[in-house]
């Protein structure tokens, strides 16, 4: 199973392709603060079109919205999502949601894991070069990771 794993932002999208227990591709796209919002948007669309034609996913997995104080914020990351998930939508591809403790346990085994503990794990569990990345592109593979495993959980049960 093919798995796209989104960690949305609008400034900055991770982004990660994952298969069985090899990473395929991962990316921190970012968009220009200096574009006004609607142009962002369009640029994010564009990105993940180009991607889900190119790596063609069974399904896309993507952290749910959490409650921030910064209302403004999680208004343009919501915005994010539904262009992410539009552009999912257009091609059939189911869409998987994971909150954040979902994420940590998946990856850990612990829902309050920090950053560096996921980012530790991620080489464990799945085959990757190795390379310099953010967080947001570490947060996308651990998305995809999410899914591959609560699937996984489903078929067998």
């Known amino acids: ?17 994952v298969e069985d227990k090899t990473l395929l591709h991962s990316e921190c796209f970012s968009t220009d603060p200096k574009d006004d919002f ?5 640029d994010i669309g564009q990105r993940v079109h180009e991607l889900i034609e190119k790596f063609e996913p069974d399904v896309m997995a993507i952290e749910s919205l959490f409650i921030t104080k910064n209302q403004k914020t999680a208004m343009k990351v919501a915005e994010t999502r539904g262009v992410v998930s539009y552009e999912a939508s257009l091609k059939d591809i189911p869409i998987h949601e994971y909150s954040p403790p ?3 346990v998946a990856v850990t085994g612990h829902g309050r894991s920090d950053k560096t503990q996921i980012i530790k794990m991620i080489p464990l569990l799945i085959k990757m070069k ?12 651990a998305v995809a990771l999410t899914c591959q495993a609560y699937v996984r959980k489903d078929i067998h049960n």
């Open 130 to 141: 190795a390379k310099k990345a953010l967080d947001d592109e570490y947060d996308a593979i």
């Open 1 to 17: 199973m093919r798995i796209l794993g989104i960690d949305p932002g609008y400034d900055r999208l991770g982004i990660a392709i």
């Open 102 to 104: 979902q994420i940590k």
């Open 38 to 42: 609607h142009t962002r948007l369009k």
